[in-house]
């Protein structure tokens, strides 16, 4: 008899208990409340002990990554900027961090460290979105196929374009007498 392959990470586990919700007669597309529910009913999951100060970066970069203004050119632009940087821990292992600086008053390299990192991280996703449908294309030959455009200079313009219409005249007002009431 085989051994059962234990799950050795944590994502590894949240994924095993997807496979198991799905053979347990699960609906698909997956509600994610619906997953959980069956996780805690089926005992597969509780919520981890909770790290103090692991929980704490997650909630301050989320928090960090969120802090948003409007500049003088009606821009929405992101305040709080990282950068990962390697250093040893209390243990003498290397592990990444993140520093956080601001847009305004952080240094030109830091500034344009953190913008190249986020193109990598874009370009990543378009990577992996094209893996995806290219692999669908490919294992459905005879439905029509899904096509990318991966030139976003379009895109870019649009949204760079005004959300609310602001006419450079105010319309007439109507006239009561023109109108035969």
């Known amino acids: 008899m085989g051994r059962k392959k234990v799950a050795s990470t944590y994502r590894?586990?949240?994924?095993?208990?997807?496979?198991?919700?799905?053979?347990?007669g699960g609906k698909t597309p997956v509600r994610l409340d619906e997953l959980y529910d069956?996780?805690?009913?089926?005992?597969?999951w509780a919520p981890p002990p909770s790290d103090a100060r692991k929980r704490f970066r997650e909630d301050m970069a989320?928090?960090?990554?969120?802090d948003y203004f409007t500049d003088r050119a009606g821009r929405t632009v992101r305040r709080q900027h990282a950068i990962k940087i390697?250093?040893?821990?209390d243990e003498g292992k290397m592990v990444?961090?993140?520093?956080?600086?601001?847009?305004?008053?952080?240094t030109r390299e830091h500034i344009?460290?953190?913008?190249?990192?986020?193109?990598k991280q874009i370009v990543g996703d378009c990577k992996?979105?094209?893996?995806?449908a290219d692999h669908f294309n490919d294992e459905r030959p005879k439905e029509k196929p899904i096509r990318?455009?991966?030139?976003?200079?379009?895109?870019?313009?649009?949204?760079?374009?005004?959300?609310?219409?602001?006419p450079d005249k105010k319309p007439p007002e109507e006239n009561p007498d023109k109108n035969g009431d």
Request: aromatic letters at 8%; a negative charge; one cysteine or more.
């Open 12 to 24: 590894e586990r949240m994924l095993a208990i997807h496979r198991q919700y799905l053979a347990a």
């Open 38 to 44: 069956f996780a805690r009913q089926s005992g597969l």
């Open 62 to 66: 989320q928090a960090l990554r969120e």
């Open 86 to 89: 390697k250093e040893e821990n």
């Open 96 to 106: 990444q961090k993140s520093l956080w600086d601001d847009i305004d008053t952080g």
């Open 112 to 119: 344009a460290t953190a913008c190249q990192l986020r193109r």
């Open 128 to 132: 992996q979105l094209k893996n995806d």
């Open 148 to 166: 990318m455009l991966w030139d976003f200079t379009d895109d870019l313009v649009e949204a760079d374009q005004p959300t609310i219409y602001m």
